[in-house]
């Protein structure tokens, strides 16, 4: 596992399904082109790099390069980096036909490959406990705070995320990801007691 001090930005779910197995570090679906009308998702994204900065990795199509030039249009550039994945020909194995330009996304290429461009990039590459001591923020946390598994716990979600002034369709996970982005598991417990006042 490699660990980056940057979240990564991804274009779907089945990029940070694949990358997830790769590095420890956070990971920020844009879905696809629904962030260029998706005015939470992009607070979000700003937020996560004014505190951590963020790497991009898009699929090497022309749809992956229109992300990455969105992104670069509201995020300051001190605050962005760019990892890039070769152009390869061939298909997902998830689908039954090449994509429209006939290149392999990010969940096809080897894992060797995402490895050598993450190493080509400019992302910061940290100590393997670097988030355990910043305080990581688990599944097991959330549940232990209230935030999933109990009778309250999409109510007490749907107010935290209120609160932090994120997206309110986050999913469990998605929230997991922003949180361990933003706060320490120490700063997320003093945010469920302020709501709890």
Do not use: W
């Given at each position: 596992?490699?660990?980056?001090?940057?979240?990564?930005i991804?274009?779907?779910?089945?990029?940070?399904?694949?990358?997830?197995?790769?590095i420890?570090?956070?990971?920020?679906?844009?879905?696809?082109?629904?962030?260029?009308?998706?005015k939470?998702?992009?607070?979000?994204?700003?937020?996560i790099?004014s505190?951590?900065?963020i790497?991009?990795?898009?699929?090497?199509?022309?749809?992956?390069?229109?992300?990455?030039n969105?992104?670069r249009?509201?995020?300051?550039?001190?605050?962005?980096?760019?990892?890039?994945?070769?152009?390869?020909k061939?298909?997902?194995?998830?689908?039954?036909?090449?994509?429209?330009?006939?290149?392999?996304?990010?969940?096809g290429?080897?894992?060797?490959?995402?490895?050598?461009?993450?190493r080509?990039?400019?992302?910061?590459?940290?100590?393997?406990?670097?988030?355990?001591?910043r305080?990581?923020i688990?599944?097991?946390?959330?549940?232990?705070?209230?935030?999933?598994?109990?009778?309250?716990?999409?109510?007490?979600?749907e107010?935290?995320?209120?609160?932090?002034?994120?997206?309110?369709?986050?999913?469990?996970n998605?929230?997991?990801?922003?949180?361990?982005?933003?706060?320490?598991?120490?700063?997320?417990?003093?945010?469920?007691?302020?709501?709890?006042?």
């Amino acid at each position: 596992m490699i660990s980056l001090k940057e979240a990564v930005i991804v274009e779907g779910r089945y990029d940070k399904i694949k990358l997830s197995e790769i590095i420890d570090t956070p990971i920020i679906e844009t879905n696809g082109f629904r962030i260029f009308k998706d005015k939470e998702k992009q607070s979000l994204i700003r937020r996560i790099a004014s505190k951590r900065g963020i790497l991009v990795l898009t699929d090497s199509d022309s749809g992956g390069f229109v992300i990455r030039n969105f992104l670069r249009g509201f995020v300051p550039e001190s605050e962005i980096k760019h990892a890039y994945i070769p152009q390869l020909k061939g298909r997902e194995k998830r689908k039954s036909e090449d994509s429209k330009e006939g290149l392999l996304g990010v969940e096809g290429v080897d894992d060797e490959v995402i490895i050598e461009a993450l190493r080509k990039s400019p992302a910061t590459i940290i100590g393997e406990d670097s988030r355990d001591a910043r305080g990581e923020i688990t599944k097991a946390a959330l549940y232990d705070l209230g935030l999933s598994g109990r009778e309250n716990s999409k109510k007490l979600r749907e107010a935290l995320l209120y609160e932090l002034g994120m997206p309110s369709y986050l999913t469990t996970n998605a929230m997991l990801s922003a949180l361990n982005c933003l706060y320490s598991l120490e700063e997320l417990k003093s945010q469920i007691n302020k709501l709890s006042e």
